[in-house]
């Protein structure tokens, strides 16, 4: 028998995800990311990436690699799972970590 949640239920497995999914760039290395999390069926979180400086670009790594999405802003969401594992809505894939890093134009 399954167990059914109502959205939002801190019980949900879906709920219950890690927030600390942010990785601070390397040294040497600027990025600035806003993370906005909601509780809808399921916990999300909305990514925002934008560069600190005028004129250049932002970059976009989740598990450590580009998700070769380079602009002057990079959006992204990604939605916990029933495994408690946070998931990309574009590419379905799992993500352990993200982080911006700025690039020239």
Known sequence: MSTTYAPGDPKNPCNQCSREIYVSPQ?????????????GDCLKVLIFCQP?????????????????????TVNRTLTCTDDLEWMDTQSQLIISNVTCLMRDG
């Open 27 to 39: 040294m040497g290395q600027e990025g600035s990311t806003y993370m906005d999390f909601r509780y």
């Open 52 to 72: 600190l400086k005028d004129g250049l670009h932002v970059d976009l790594l989740e598990n450590g690699k580009s998700v070769e999405l380079t602009a002057s």
